[in-house]
T-cell receptor, first 114, second 116 residues
Framework: EAQVTQNPRYLITVTGKKLTVTCSQNMNHEYMSWYRQDPGLGLRQIYY???????DKGDVPEGYKVSRKEKRNFPLILESPSPNQTSLYFC?????????????FGPGTRLTVT | GENVEQHPSTLSVQEGDSAVIKCTYS??????FPWYKQELGKGPQLIID?????GEKKDQRIAVTLNKTAKHFSLHITETQPEDSAVYFC???????????????FGKGTKLSVIP
């Protein structure tokens, strides 16, 4: 089954404690992306990657890091989480070529930073 | 950069009625306009999209219309059913011929409730 998986699904942590949210896709997509979803703000892109070892900032990259060492994985790293990073996070993947531009989203990770 | 405005933020309709959600965009170079549906506890899922060379597209009970001159596009759902209840997001992007990255800018979402 084609899918994007994220782990963990729920995470409660304290300010300053480093954490990693994993993302993996099994569709051999070149592009992967991280979004955060906040009430009243919709989906905002954090980082994206066009292929292995190629990453770039989205609209809200401050406080986040990413890496793309393998095509299927795109972890999101919060080295020193703060309460304003409490949010619902989605990973997405999509193919390099038309005809489809569909982005496939994971199930989400709800992060609470106290 | 692109800015996408979406209205209304909440919408309640009786089962069987139609629902319309409207979006406007700012970048005249945007040429791809998808709509995503997010059910409770799940990630968004593409339900329909339209390219700028097309004015309307239908898929069963859902349709999207695009007015490039006015820079707005709309989602129409006819004969609504309770399972249509969800949050709907519009988005806009430039895309490029052949291989190339594209970045979606999303609207803030519309929570649709279909009342049985």
């Amino acid at each position: 089954e084609a899918q994007v998986t994220q782990n963990p699904r729920y995470l409660i942590t304290v300010t300053g404690k480093k954490l990693t949210v994993t993302c993996s896709q099994n569709m051999n997509h070149e592009y992967m992306s991280w979004y955060r979803q906040d009430p009243g703000l919709g989906l905002r892109q954090i980082y994206y990657s066009m292929n292995v070892e190629v990453t770039d900032k989205g609209d809200v990259p401050e406080g986040y890091k990413v890496s793309r060492k393998e095509k299927r994985n795109f972890p999101l790293i919060l080295e020193s989480p703060s309460p304003n990073q409490t949010s619902l996070y989605f990973c997405a993947s999509y193919p390099i070529s038309p005809p489809t531009y569909e982005q496939y989203f994971g199930p989400g990770t709800r992060l609470t930073v106290t | 950069g692109e800015n996408v405005e979406q209205h209304p933020s909440t919408l309640s309709v009786q089962e069987g009625d139609s629902a319309v959600i409207k979006c406007t965009y700012s970048d005249s170079a945007s040429n791809y306009f998808p709509w995503y549906k997010q059910e409770l506890g799940k990630g968004p899922q593409l339900i329909i999209d339209i390219r700028s060379n097309v004015g309307e597209k239908k898929d069963q009970r859902i349709a999207v219309t695009l007015n490039k001159t006015a820079k707005h596009f709309s989602l129409h759902i006819t004969e609504t059913q309770p399972e249509d209840s969800a949050v709907y997001f519009c988005a806009a992007s430039r895309t490029y011929s052949g291989a190339g990255s594209y970045q979606l800018t999303f609207g803030k979402g519309t929570k649709l409730s279909v009342i049985p």
